[in-house]
Structures are given as C-alpha cells and as structure tokens.
C-alpha cells in the first residue's frame, strides 16, 4: 500500500475554507480507494468521505455538500475541499487506502495510520 501523507490542515473561521492533501504513489491512486477519517479528542476515528479507484465519490452525511473529494493522478494525490467548516469539524483528519471500497467506507483499513493533519474551526 505504501505510505500517505496528509497536509493542508489549520486554522482557519467559521465559515472558512481548508484543502487537504493526501500524497501517496501512483500505484495507489490507480487500484485503491481513498478515504478521508477525522478524529476528534477522545472519540474514535470516523469516516469522512472517500474516492473509488474509479473515481466515485461518497460523504459522510454531515459532510455533505460542504465537502468535495478529487484527486489528481499526475501529482499523486488525494484532495479534501472542505467549505462552509463549522467549530464541530475541529478535529485530526488523516487518510488511507484499500483494494476494497467497502472497507474504506466502513473505516476497517487493516493498514498503518500517518500523523494526519490537524483542522481547527475557531474564530
């Protein structure tokens, strides 16, 4: 699977807009789903929203709409537009990838984590 990397994440008011990254090799993009998770203090990781390998997106509810999955294949990576933040998105959000999109939707990547990148909605 090799290793991802998010960034992009901040400071930023409510309202506001962030775009994280998700960097990984090109042979990941090409045969895997990605998917974005958050995780707020002292509460499991939950689902976000994610990619197919085909390029079919799907949101978590409290996302959508304000939320927007894509990816550029030349950069090898994984974007997440997130529009309209509200203080309740603060939270670490991180990314990863599998074969199978049901597993990336159901958040049971077996696989290691990265360090994420942290969001923070405050004015």
């Known amino acids: 699977q090799g290793q991802l990397v998010e960034s992009g994440g901040g400071l930023v008011q409510p309202g506001g807009s962030l775009r994280l990254s998700c960097a990984g090799s090109a042979s990941i993009f090409s045969r895997y789903a990605v998917g974005w998770y958050r995780q707020f203090p002292d509460k499991p990781r939950e689902y976000v929203a994610s990619?197919?390998?085909?390029?079919?997106?799907n949101y978590a509810e409290s996302v959508k709409g304000r939320f927007t999955v894509s990816r550029d294949t030349a950069k090898h990576t994984v974007y997440l537009q997130m529009n309209s933040l509200k203080p309740e998105d603060t939270a670490v959000y991180y990314c990863?990838?599998?074969?199978?999109?049901?597993?990336?939707?159901?958040?049971?990547?077996?696989?290691?984590w990265g360090q994420g990148t942290q969001v923070t909605v405050s004015s």
């Open positions: 990619m197919s390998s085909g390029g079919i997106t």
């Open positions: 990863n990838a599998d074969r199978s999109w049901s597993t990336v939707k159901a958040g049971r990547i077996a696989g290691p």
